[in-house]
């Protein structure tokens, strides 16, 4: 094989029992008979847990560790740490050393070098060689519908996970405040791609509380969110942003405010993502809907929500991208693709976030707002379709966008439901 072994490779070998078990012996002759091979362990700690082998006349219970050489057992400090002292068997692809555990005991070892399976290997490294779209994508029509759909919806469920963490700093950083949690996750999101971290600087710079004090004014919300970001410091000249730079400098005293750090950028983006649109979008945003974060967690319907989002912005932005020119007349309101941005990266994981930790677990209403919002339109979710793949709503686009860019490109096949299949095969 002209690719190299490595150790997830050997853990789905293991796990798999993908080789030839009949007198099997240890590296000192010992016969071992698999009763159970155990269950693979994605925490910290030995490979394989729960498992059960007869080595010689004795049954033992415990762990296995996966090596694709031997003396990787000392080379990762397994015989100083106490964790691997359950450990029963020591796996391998060569046997090169011996182990020991932190007690001082030796373990015994199995080499599966010239063991493993040919037909196995064969697959794996042709989904390794493949230079195509996705590494199964000549195979993955093997596959049933059925079982590429229910990877697909993990994947999603996986991506929306992973907001999670992101979302559980913004709660733990504003001390369980759910309100200024919802904020920051809203205020990012209107700053993505380009601006995502000065966005999310300027939702940490800027307390909600103010935000829902000055609601019914709009100016003094844009005079909020444009004097916090740093928009209003230079280069202002007609009398709407000059009045904007006077509140915000009352305001900024008033309440000891500071302005982001980060550099806000503004070049090469279509006037509509610019952030001046963006963050008179917010303002307006938080002033026709100052109840919004609480009606979101009640509303069943993603239609119900996305009418709440139909407004307009100030007079003054309807000729102006930036403060700098005046502009031809255009409504610079939120656009349906842009709610359906909003829905993505922030409405349906913040829905899903505080389901799982204030709905007894139960995420069922974030995952069928994904099904009720439109896929996504982009070069990926059109490759996946030309592999024969369906995607017909946002649940199975962010789906197959996550399996992409973290299964498929890295290729992780061998962590992946649709590609353990093919290989299995």
């Known amino acids: 094989m002209s690719f190299g072994y490595n150790e997830d490779l050997l853990q789905f070998i293991w796990e798999y029992q993908l080789y030839d078990s009949?007198?099997?012996?240890?590296?000192?002759?010992?016969?071992?008979?698999?009763?159970?091979?155990?269950?693979?362990?994605?925490?910290?700690?030995?490979?394989?847990s729960n498992a059960q082998l007869k080595i010689g006349e004795t049954t033992q219970y415990g762990?296995?560790?996966?090596?694709?050489?031997?003396?990787?057992?000392?080379?990762?400090?397994h015989h100083t740490d106490k964790a691997y002292n359950a450990v029963i068997l020591h796996v391998c692809y060569t046997h090169n050393s011996a182990a020991i555990r932190e007690d001082g005991t030796s373990i015994p070892t199995v080499a599966l070098g010239d063991r493993i399976l040919q037909k196995s290997l064969a697959q794996y490294e042709q989904l390794m060689e493949n230079k195509t779209f996705i590494p199964c994508e000549n195979t993955i029509r093997h596959v049933s519908g059925f079982n590429v759909q229910l990877w697909v919806n993990r994947m999603a469920i996986e991506r929306l996970e992973i907001r999670c963490t992101l979302f559980q700093t913004y709660l733990e950083s504003c001390a369980g405040d759910w309100n200024q949690a919802f904020f920051w996750a809203i205020v990012r999101a209107f700053g993505m791609p380009t601006n995502t971290e000065a966005f999310a600087e300027l939702a940490e710079k800027l307390p909600f509380y103010l935000i829902q004090k000055h609601h019914e004014s709009l100016f003094q919300l844009e005079a909020l969110f444009f004097g916090t970001a740093g928009l209003l410091e230079e280069g202002i000249t007609d009398n709407y942003s000059i009045g904007l730079q006077k509140?915000?400098?009352?305001?900024?005293?008033?309440?000891s405010l500071t302005s982001v750090s980060s550099q806000i950028k503004?070049?090469?983006?279509?006037?509509?993502?610019?952030?001046?649109?963006?963050?008179?979008?917010?303002?307006?945003?938080?002033?026709?809907?100052?109840?919004?974060?609480?009606k979101i967690l009640n509303l069943p319907d993603p239609s119900d929500v996305k009418n709440m989002l139909t407004f307009e912005l100030?007079?003054?932005w309807l000729n102006h991208y930036s403060f700098k020119t005046k502009s031809k007349e255009r409504s610079?309101?939120?656009s349906t693709r842009f709610v359906n941005h909003l829905f993505l990266n922030a409405l349906v994981p913040f829905v899903?976030?505080?389901?799982?930790?204030?709905?007894?677990?139960?995420?069922?209403?974030?995952?069928?707002?994904l099904e009720d919002i439109p896929?996504?339109?982009?070069?990926?979710?059109?490759?996946?379709?030309?592999?024969?793949?369906?995607?017909?709503?946002?649940?199975?686009?962010?789906?197959l966008l996550h399996l992409y860019k973290t299964y498929c490109l890295p290729q992780r096949c061998l962590k992946c439901g649709i590609g353990k299949q093919i290989l299995l095969r």
């Open 375 to 399: 896929k996504e339109q982009n070069s990926i979710i059109a490759n996946w379709t030309k592999t024969g793949v369906k995607c017909e709503n946002a649940l199975e686009s962010q789906g």
């Open 352 to 369: 899903f976030f505080y389901e799982k930790n204030k709905g007894e677990g139960d995420t069922e209403r974030a995952l069928q707002y």
């Open 63 to 77: 762990a296995i560790e996966i090596h694709v050489n031997a003396n990787e057992w000392t080379q990762h400090n």
């Open 332 to 334: 610079k309101s939120i």
């Open 247 to 255: 509140e915000y400098a009352f305001l900024k005293k008033k309440y």
């Open 314 to 316: 100030s007079d003054y």
């Open 266 to 294: 503004t070049g090469r983006m279509r006037p509509m993502n610019l952030p001046h649109v963006k963050l008179a979008q917010l303002a307006a945003f938080f002033h026709h809907t100052p109840l919004f974060i609480s």
């Open 22 to 48: 009949k007198q099997l012996t240890t590296s000192t002759g010992e016969e071992v008979t698999i009763l159970k091979q155990g269950f693979l362990n994605k925490n910290s700690g030995p490979d394989f």
